[in-house]
């Protein structure tokens, strides 16, 4: 557990930014209760300034993907000409009392700057001969003089850890660093237009209320989602590092289905969670790890239900970078290693769906193409199978099939599990695909336990499958192809994993 804050001096900078950072250390009251410590005396106050050594030198190189942000800020400069523009990275949530869930920047800063640092502030400051200023707002290194950096838990280097200083980031991510202290004041200072990127920081959201205008900021929001629909080169190895983890995750689970069978959902989803921590910055989403009739339900991430043998796994799940791009793959696994008769029918009428999806993705097709082309799969198997009556353009035209598919089969795929989020219809599912849009296809059919329009032996069976799928200029690229899809490479997939040379730990 953390330890106690010194009571005379509480956290400065809290979950949520809602304290104001501008506030110095010393001038704070108030004291926490229940604390064993009194009053900070003079004396220690005064020990704790001196005999510190002077931080090494850390000349930083600048990132590799530098050249890429500040395109990225290029383009957003040119869309909102003569205003300026505010992107904050925000602030950590608070889980519990004085506990905070594990801080993770905003997308959209993150995007623009490649900087993951709490509180930190971008500002495109325009210029009088047109175009922006790049500014970044940091919290510079602690003040060893005031003592914040061992009174103030939530900000003092001796409870969080060492910063970099302003110069060292301005080298690192190739932007100019100011104090994030004099954030609020740079941006209130004149009359100039401010368009803001909202929901992230308090501070800034309440400093910016009277200056903003909400439809302003959204447009602002929405040409950042759009911004992301095309990913460049270093966002597509990204997300191919992020893809290839996740596929190690998948070989750990298949190895560990002995010992989850003795436990449950939880051990699947610890054994993934920790090839996400080792090799990237966590997982992009919370897993779902449905055995058995859970995999019915579609966003099941309770994962506490048993895992056996003769039912179905369905793992959906993906290992997020360092640099924040995350995969997002759905398998099916029968925890045996061998489907069931009626499982497998279930599996391979998914599998053509997903082959179908895929099938149609290259530059010029529709995004909604990729959904009709399984979306018809799906009614055809369940026309056949007399669960619904035909013919099958009827199906489609009243949707009935979504009784049993429920969800789109796809979305967008970067830096959020479902980016580009607030993209217009126009220019998402509306739109063409184009080279360097990543999307997943997971079709599914989820036979619900409970469900008396089906035959018994169909119930309590769910199956997704799904991958991540680069466009190209020529067709395609199925990012995840390292992972079998269909159901005999799945199974001997699995029979090699789990056999004598598959024992043993993960790799």
Same mark, same amino acid.
């Given at each position: 557990?953390p330890?106690e804050?010194?009571?005379?001096?509480?956290?400065?900078r809290p979950a949520? &930014?809602?304290?104001?950072?501008?506030t110095p250390?010393?001038?704070?009251?108030g004291r926490?209760?229940n604390?064993l410590? *009194?009053?900070?005396s003079?004396e220690l106050?005064?020990? %704790?300034?001196k005999g510190?050594a002077?931080?090494?030198?850390?000349?930083?190189a600048?990132?590799?993907?530098?050249?890429h942000?500040?395109?990225?800020r290029?383009? @957003?400069s040119?869309?909102?000409?003569?205003?300026?523009?505010?992107?904050?990275?925000?602030?950590?949530? +608070?889980r519990?009392?004085d506990?905070n869930?594990?801080f993770?920047a905003a997308?959209?800063?993150?995007h623009?700057?490649?900087d993951?640092?709490?509180g *930190?502030v =971008?500002? =495109?400051?325009p @210029?009088?001969?047109?175009?922006?200023e790049?500014? @970044?707002?940091?919290?510079?290194p602690s003040d060893?003089?005031s003592g914040?950096?061992w009174?103030d838990s939530a900000? *003092?280097?001796?409870?969080?850890g060492?910063?970099?200083?302003?110069?060292e980031n301005?080298?690192?991510?190739?932007?100019?660093?100011?104090?994030?202290?004099?954030?609020r004041?740079h941006v209130? +200072?004149?009359?100039?237009?401010?368009?803001?990127v909202?929901?992230?920081?308090?501070?800034?959201?309440a400093?910016?209320?009277?200056r903003t205008v909400p439809?302003?900021?959204e447009?602002?929001i929405?040409h950042?989602?759009?911004?992301?629909?095309?990913k460049?080169?270093f966002e597509v190895r990204e997300?191919?590092k #992020?893809?290839?983890?996740?596929?190690? &995750?998948?070989?750990?689970v298949?190895?560990?289905l002995?010992r989850?069978q003795?436990t449950s959902?939880?051990y699947?989803?610890g054994t993934?969670s920790?090839?996400?921590?080792v090799? *990237?910055n966590?997982?992009?989403y919370h897993?779902?790890?449905?055995s058995?009739?859970n995999a019915?339900?579609?966003h099941w991430t309770?994962?506490?239900?048993?895992?056996?043998a003769g039912d179905l796994?369905? !793992?959906?799940?993906?290992?997020?970078t360092?640099s924040?791009?995350?995969a997002?793959?759905?398998?099916?696994?029968?925890?045996?290693?061998?489907?069931g008769? %009626?499982?497998r029918r279930?599996?391979d009428?998914?599998?053509?769906?997903?082959? #179908?999806?895929?099938?149609?993705?290259?530059?010029?097709a529709?995004?909604?193409d990729?959904?009709?082309?399984?979306q018809?799969v799906?009614a055809q198997?369940l026309?056949a199978w007399?669960?619904l009556?035909g013919?099958v353009?009827?199906v489609?035209a009243?949707? =009935?099939q979504?009784?049993w598919?429920l969800?789109?089969t796809?979305? %967008?795929?970067?830096m959020?599990?479902?980016?580009?989020a607030?993209?217009?219809t126009?220019a998402?599912?509306?739109?063409?695909?184009?080279?360097? %849009?990543?999307?997943?296809?997971?079709p599914? !059919?989820?036979?619900?336990?409970?469900d008396?329009?089906?035959?018994?032996a169909y +119930?309590g069976i769910?199956?997704r499958?799904e991958d991540?799928i680069l466009?190209t200029?020529d067709?395609?690229r199925?990012?995840?192809s390292a992972?079998?899809r269909r159901?005999?490479h799945?199974e001997?997939?699995m029979?090699?994993l789990?056999g004598?040379?598959g024992?043993g730990?993960?790799?």
């Open positions: 557990m330890k804050v010194v009571e005379d001096f509480p956290t400065s949520d &930014g809602e304290s104001d950072p501008e250390v010393e001038k704070k009251s926490r209760k604390g410590f *009194g009053e900070v003079r106050l005064e020990n %704790m300034r510190w002077v931080p090494p030198a850390r000349p930083p600048l990132t590799a993907q530098a050249a942000t500040a395109c990225r290029a383009a @957003l040119a869309r909102f000409p003569n205003e300026r523009l505010v992107v904050p990275a925000g602030h950590r949530k +608070r519990s009392n506990t869930f594990r993770r997308t959209e800063y993150v623009l700057t490649g993951q640092t709490e *930190g =971008l500002v =495109l400051e @210029l009088p001969g047109g175009g922006h790049h500014i @970044l707002y940091l919290t510079p060893r003089e914040e950096f009174l900000a *003092g280097e001796l409870w969080t060492p910063r970099m200083s302003l110069a301005e080298a690192r991510l190739g932007i100019t660093c100011r104090d994030r202290r004099t954030v004041e209130l +200072r004149d009359s100039v237009p401010v368009r803001a909202h929901g992230y920081d308090t501070l800034i959201d400093s910016l209320a009277e439809e302003y900021n447009e602002l929405v950042l989602s759009e911004l992301r629909l095309l460049d080169e997300l191919q #992020a893809v290839n983890s996740t596929v190690r &995750g998948f070989e750990d298949v190895r560990a002995g989850a003795v959902e939880r699947v989803e993934f920790l090839r996400a921590r090799e *990237g966590d997982v992009g897993p779902i790890c449905a058995g009739p019915c339900t579609l309770r994962n506490d239900g048993a895992v056996r796994l369905l !793992l959906d799940a993906g290992v997020e360092h924040l791009y995350t997002d793959l759905t398998r099916t696994l029968p925890v045996a290693g061998a489907f008769e %009626m499982q279930v599996y009428a998914v599998f053509d769906a997903q082959e #179908a999806g895929i099938a149609v993705i290259r530059p010029g529709r995004y909604r990729v959904h009709d082309a399984a018809r799906l198997r026309v007399g669960i009556e013919p353009e009827r489609l009243c949707d =009935l979504r009784r598919t969800h789109g796809g979305h %967008m795929l970067g959020d599990v479902h980016d580009c607030a993209a217009r126009e998402y599912v509306d739109a063409t695909l184009r080279p360097g %849009m990543c999307l997943t296809v997971e599914g !059919l989820y036979f619900q336990s409970d008396l329009t089906v035959p018994k +119930r769910g199956v499958i991540d466009v200029a067709g395609h199925n990012m995840s992972l079998p159901a005999d799945v001997a997939w029979a090699e789990r004598p040379l024992a730990n993960p790799r």
